[in-house]
């Protein structure tokens, strides 16, 4: 019983080196959401794919890049890491029903040097 | 638009005594709203949810939350606090027009001493 599943699970970039975070679902859903926690304010959207094929923008995109690579993955893509992108970063997938709740994975944690 | 404030950053109780977990919201529709629990280490797990239906919502670990239109608030309580409740709660809330998009409030980390 997998659910979200999210690799790698800790990683250390230096600055300006890109990486891509990979995410995939086994529960079927349309909807999956990339997400970065920082202490204090909770999970702020970055990107989000309401079905395989569209992706949009969140609150803070600036610095990434997503792929919605069929139904069951979305990646997430630093170009060029900073500092600034220091964070613990999880994946969420969603059903049909948009007043769902979402399923988390259990978390990338970046650090960029 | 929607937000959401957790009203207490940090709660500490003793085992065996009462939880309460404060959480005010705002938006423009009717709302959805969920309360999550954070382990360390690990991802965001559901407590419970308010669709619309019955405004005491009950989830799991004994925990509960009680939706009330006319305060803004969906607070998380539990009668009786034990050791492994120890973690981070996080209020989301969920509103029509707001395209697919959860807001998370703060987060509370809740201590629970023996």
Known sequence: NAGVTQTPKFQVLKTGQSMTLQCAQDMNHNSMYWYRQDPGMGLRLIYYSASEGTTDKGEVPNGYNVSRLNKREFSLRLESAAPSQTSVYFCASQGAMSNQPQHFGDGTRLSIL | ?114
């Open chain 2, 1 to 114: 638009a929607q937000s959401v404030t957790q009203l207490d950053s940090h709660v500490s109780v003793s085992e065996g005594t009462p939880v309460l977990l404060r959480c005010n919201y705002s938006s423009s529709y009717s709302p959805s709203l969920f309360w999550y629990v954070q382990h360390p280490n690990k991802g965001l797990q559901l407590l419970l949810k308010y669709t619309s239906a019955a405004t005491l919502v009950k989830g799991i670990n004994g925990f509960e939350a009680e939706f009330k239109k006319s305060e803004t608030s969906f607070h998380l309580t539990k009668p009786s606090a034990h050791m492994s409740d120890a973690a981070e709660y996080f209020c989301v809330v969920y509103s029509p027009g707001a395209g697919n998009m959860l807001t998370f409030g703060g987060g509370t980390r809740l201590m629970v001493k023996p």
